[in-house]
T-cell receptor, first 115, second 112 residues
Framework: KQEVTQIPAALSVPEGENLVLNCSFTDSAIYNLQWFRQDPGKGLTSLLL?????REQTSGRLNASLDKSSGRSTLYIAASQPGDSATYLC??????????????FGRGTQLTVWP | EAGVAQSPRYKIIEKRQSVAFWCNPISGHATLYWYQQILGQGPKLLIQFQNNGVVDDSQLPKDRFSAERLKGVDSTLKIQPAKLEDSAVYLCASSFPDNEAFFGQGTRLTVV
């Protein structure tokens, strides 16, 4: 069974700091890994998707890395802003035939960036 | 491109009542998922459809939950009868089978 763990559970920082959010997973036979953002009362917005053959993906101030063999991913947020305040969720899909695409989620990191 | 549509956004019911949620996926996405997200936790898969067939419902409490995807497009998720512990956000997502999942806004269910 795939277990996904995210550290820290919560993070509060002043505006402008560079941040690292951590995600680990127990089954390294993943197909891909996604980072999502969730605002209070809202659905999930996909931020970055990393295929199992890739090492990292970048979008604007966000950079996600993947070390499949060690079961780890990090989400790096540069120059954080108050608008980045949200819960960040890590999810992996396993390379499992017909159930390909099913996502296993961590509990998330609740980020607060204060002015 | 229109996103995944869900309704209603919010629902409050008494325990033992029934409730239904509706999802319209992104056009062309063959795979549809229903996830349950309890407060403070990550989403957990309830059921996965490929077109109109079920590929994974191992975590669906089948004594009270049911779901269908007629004609391989829209889907409904039903709970009957509801329990207090069913209070959660129900998220619908769709994707091509081997690609990025897109989520709807979710339905927040409160059972009192």
């Amino acid at each position: 069974k795939q277990e996904v763990t995210q550290i820290p559970a919560a993070l509060s920082v002043p505006e402008g700091e560079n941040l690292v959010l951590n995600c680990s997973f127990t089954d390294s036979a993943i197909y891909n890994l996604q980072w999502f953002r969730q605002d209070p009362g809202k659905g999930l917005t996909s931020l970055l998707l990393i295929q199992s053959s890739q090492r990292e993906q970048t979008s604007g101030r966000l950079n996600a890395s993947l070390d499949k063999s060690s079961g780890r991913s990090t989400l790096y947020i540069a120059a954080s802003q108050p608008g980045d305040s949200a819960t960040y969720l890590c999810a992996v899909s396993l390379d499992r035939g017909s159930t390909l695409g099913r996502l296993y989620f961590g509990r998330g990191t609740q980020l607060t960036v204060w002015p | 491109e229109a996103g995944v549509a869900q309704s209603p956004r919010y629902k409050i019911i008494e325990k033992r009542q029934s409730v239904a949620f509706w999802c319209n996926p992104i056009s062309g996405h063959a795979t549809l998922y229903w996830y349950q997200q309890i407060l403070g936790q990550g989403p957990k898969l309830l059921i996965q459809f490929q077109n109109n067939g079920v590929v994974d419902d191992s975590q669906l409490p089948k004594d009270r939950f049911s779901a269908e995807r007629l004609k391989g497009v829209d889907s409904t998720l039903k709970i009957q009868p509801a329990k207090l512990e069913d209070s959660a956000v129900y998220l619908c997502a769709s994707s091509f089978p081997d690609n990025e999942a897109f989520f709807g806004q979710g339905t927040r269910l409160t059972v009192v």
